[in-house]
T-cell receptor, first 116, second 116 residues
C-alpha cells in the first residue's frame, strides 16, 4: 500500500543550526511533492513545491531536495530561529480513484522545536 | 482578501444526530478539498471537487459521509447518524488551480466536531 513516512519524534535543535526533516514514501510515483507548515490550532500553510524532475528547490532559508530513486525528500531550514518551531508536513500527489486525477496525500508531520 | 472560512468552528452533538459542516473557499478558487485531522497526525484526505463536480470521494470513511458543492463555491460535508469515532477536526482547503498535485492549497481554520 502507499505510505508516506515522516519522523514522528520531535526534532530539537539549537537556534542558528540547520534543521533537516525527512519524508520517505513507498509505492508512490509522485509527480509533485509539497511541504507545509502547521502551527498549533491552525491549518497547514504552503511553503514549497518541488517537481519530480527537480533535484532541489530553495526559498530564502528553506531548501527542499527530491530523490525519486531513494523515494525521499529532505527539508532544510538554515540559520533556524525559535519562530521556526512548528510541525512540518510533506504532501504528495496521489492518483484519484476512478478519474485518474490527482490530489494531495499528507504525511503525519514532524514537530520541530528550535531552542533559543 | 478573505481566506477560507469554515462554520461552525466547534460542534458538539449527540451520537446518532446528523451534522452539516460548511466551507466557504477563497473567491474564484476552482478546487475544494475536505480533510479530517486527528491530533498529532497530518490531514487525511476525504474528498475533493473541481468546480461543482466531485472528482474523488475515495477517502470518505463510509456512506454516512457525503459532500456537495452545488454551485461550485460553498461546500457542505454531511455526516449522518454520527458516532463517537467521527470526533475529529475537519478541515477544508481550496486552490486556485485544478487539483493536480502542483496546486497550492489554502486551508481553513477547521471545525472541531465532538460526538458524545
Amino acid at each position: 500500500s502507499q505510505k508516506i513516512e515522516q519522523n514522528s519524534e520531535a526534532l530539537n535543535i539549537q537556534e542558528g543550526k540547520t534543521a533537516t526533516l525527512t519524508c520517505n514514501y513507498t509505492n508512490y510515483s509522485p509527480a509533485y511533492l509539497q511541504w507545509y507548515r502547521q502551527d498549533p490550532g491552525r491549518g497547514p500553510v504552503f511553503l514549497l513545491l518541488i517537481r519530480e524532475n527537480e533535484k532541489e528547490k530553495r526559498k530564502e532559508r528553506l531548501k527542499v531536495t527530491f530523490d525519486t530513486t531513494l523515494k525521499q525528500s529532505l527539508f532544510h531550514i538554515t540559520a533556524s530561529q525559535p519562530a521556526d518551531s512548528a510541525t512540518y508536513l510533506c504532501a504528495l500527489d496521489k492518483v484519484g480513484f476512478g478519474t485518474g486525477r490527482r490530489a494531495l496525500t499528507f504525511g503525519s508531520g514532524t514537530r520541530l522545536q528550535v531552542q533559543p | 482578501g478573505a481566506g477560507v472560512s469554515q462554520s461552525p468552528r466547534y460542534k458538539v452533538t449527540k451520537r446518532g444526530q446528523d451534522v452539516a459542516l460548511r466551507c466557504d473557499p477563497i473567491s474564484g478558487h476552482v478546487s475544494l478539498y475536505w480533510y479530517r485531522q486527528a491530533l498529532g497526525q497530518g490531514p487525511e484526505f476525504l474528498t475533493y471537487f473541481n468546480y461543482e463536480a466531485q472528482q474523488d470521494k475515495s477517502g470518505l470513511p463510509n456512506d454516512r459521509f457525503s459532500a456537495e458543492r452545488p454551485e461550485g463555491s460553498i461546500s457542505t460535508l454531511t455526516i449522518q447518524r454520527t458516532e463517537q469515532r467521527d470526533s475529529a477536526m475537519y478541515r477544508c482547503a481550496s486552490s486556485l488551480d485544478l487539483a493536480g498535485g502542483s496546486e497550492t492549497q489554502y486551508f481553513g481554520p477547521g471545525t472541531r466536531l465532538l460526538v458524545l
